[in-house]
């Protein structure tokens, strides 16, 4: 015969098991990260105290008003608008980007953004260049813009695995040769970021991060306590990001959200062949509403391109199956256990 626990003593026992759990993992443990190793935080604070400098509690506290004080970027606020569409990393889809066009329209959106990355993985960039004018995005630059009409020798895209900058090299090397002066140039004119009121929630637009144009926020490395401080810093009620190619959104103690818009070049590592966008609408209490969109798009279509172009076949089964099968080693641990490979 077993013994059942009444619920909500259950319910308590868990609860209790819980809270020592916690205990015990946010315990200090008395140690400091120096470089690559651990050391005893006595010693890790005497070094700092010898090598660095120490501040009293006014400067202290000037630090770090400073850090948190706003600064503006002078840049005019866009709209206002009740309904738009975001998107990042085209990644020269002609076929998403059509498709995203359409589906926006469908939706009602009054604008649409790109946050860059135009070029990378897919074939024939110029394709993608008619469809950005005639559809009249509001586009920035991100890292291969940027890359592109300067003149870099790569991408910038922030990888620092062999195997992740051997394929990004494949990929801007191509996108290089395939577009024209007239497009680099164009991509160029572009600016890093844009503002955008959305009812009554100014949105600040960027590719990697406000910080840097290559960082990549992943949903599980990325603080919440860090993203309050960009929001402070920036003076937004909300930040539009990409870059990762891994949609997300987090809604912050302090009411505001970071987004990450998704990309529609390539599925995300989720075994599915649709892309992601992002479509954000004023609330009817004051409130942003974000909704991350699924879009079907012709990727068979996309794929039998990327094989006529002689593109790696790895990228090819990235669209025929929706999972990466390059650019894996830049995620977390928590992005690449829900990987395939």
Not at 225 to 250: I, K
């Amino acid at each position: 015969m077993s013994h059942r626990v009444p619920e909500d003593a259950a319910r308590r026992s868990r609860r209790h098991l819980d809270a020592q759990a916690i205990d015990k993992l946010t315990a200090h443990r008395g140690k400091a990260t120096w470089g690559e190793k651990l050391v005893p935080l006595d010693e890790f604070r005497d070094a700092a105290l010898q090598y660095g400098r120490s501040l009293d509690e006014a400067e202290r506290k000037g630090a770090v008003s400073r850090y948190l004080s706003t600064a503006s970027d002078g840049i005019e606020v866009e709209g206002p608008y009740q309904r738009i569409a975001v998107f990042g990393g085209i990644y020269n889809n002609s076929y998403g980007l059509e498709a995203v066009l359409e589906d926006a329209q469908r939706r009602g959106a009054e604008a649409v953004y790109c946050l860059g990355d135009f070029g990378g993985f897919g074939p024939n960039p110029e394709k993608i260049w008619p469809l950005l004018e005639q559809g009249e995005i509001g586009c920035i630059q991100g890292n291969y813009e940027q890359s592109l009409s300067s003149g870099a020798v790569d991408c910038n895209c922030g990888y620092a695995d062999p195997r992740d900058n051997h394929f990004a090299a494949i990929s801007y090397r191509y996108t290089a040769k395939n577009a024209s002066e007239a497009f680099k140039r164009w991509m160029g004119g572009h600016p890093l970021r844009r503002r955008v009121r959305v009812g009554e929630k100014e949105l600040l637009l960027v590719h990697g991060s406000p910080r840097r144009i290559n960082e990549f926020l992943f949903a599980s490395q990325t603080p919440t306590a860090y993203l309050e401080v960009l929001l402070d810093q920036e003076g937004a009620d909300a930040v539009l990001c990409t870059h990762t190619g891994l949609q997300w959104h987090r809604r912050l103690p302090s009411g505001r959200d970071v987004v990450n818009v998704g990309v529609i070049g390539r599925p995300a590592n989720d075994g599915q062949t649709h892309v992601w966008y992002s479509m954000l609408h004023a609330g009817s209490e004051g409130d942003l509403q974000v909704e991350l969109l699924p879009l079907p798009y012709d990727h068979e279509s996309l794929a039998a391109d990327m094989r006529r172009e002689d593109l790696p076949e790895e990228f090819v089964q990235t669209i025929l199956t929706g999972w990466w099968t390059t650019c894996l080693e830049i995620l977390p641990a928590r992005e690449r256990a829900a990987s395939r490979f």
